[in-house]
């Protein structure tokens, strides 16, 4: 079973950038799409961004085309979600998750596509 690990999250003002990173342990996280989600309180979990295994896709939610980046660390074995110009109303718990992916390469913004999930991380935004 594969557990994925969430590093990153913490308290901030608006306009302040974070980086979060998604490691898979004892796995090599290229073979695996992997996207990134996020519950805030009262709320439903809502797709943040994604990326294919090759890289070759991304996709981000309207909400945060511009301002959030994904992107693969293969030193660092790693996805990490780069968090720019950062408002209260992305106060939330981010999940990272990841699908292996042998064959084909997407990055979905489904959950339902997932098969494994980390445990979040929080990222609170003072105005």
């Known amino acids: 079973q594969e557990q994925l690990v969430e590093s990153g999250g913490g308290l901030v003002q608006a306009g302040d950038s974070l980086r979060l990173s998604c490691a898979i342990s004892?796995?090599?996280?290229?073979?695996?799409?992997v996207g990134w989600f996020r519950q805030a309180p009262g709320k439903r979990r809502e797709f943040v961004a994604a990326?294919?295994?090759?890289?070759?896709?991304?996709n981000y939610s309207d909400s945060v085309t511009g301002r959030f980046t994904i992107s693969r660390d293969s030193a660092q074995n790693t996805v990490n979600l780069q968090l720019n110009n950062l408002k209260p109303t992305d106060t939330a718990v981010y999940y990272c998750?990841?699908?292996?992916?042998?064959?084909?390469?997407?990055?979905?913004?489904?959950?339902?596509?997932?098969?494994?999930w980390g445990q979040g991380a929080q990222v609170t935004v003072s105005s």
């Open positions: 998750a990841a699908r292996l992916t042998a064959f084909g390469d997407s990055a979905s913004v489904h959950d339902s596509a997932y098969d494994y």
């Open positions: 004892g796995r090599t996280i290229s073979y695996y799409g």
């Open positions: 990326i294919s295994r090759t890289a070759r896709y991304t």
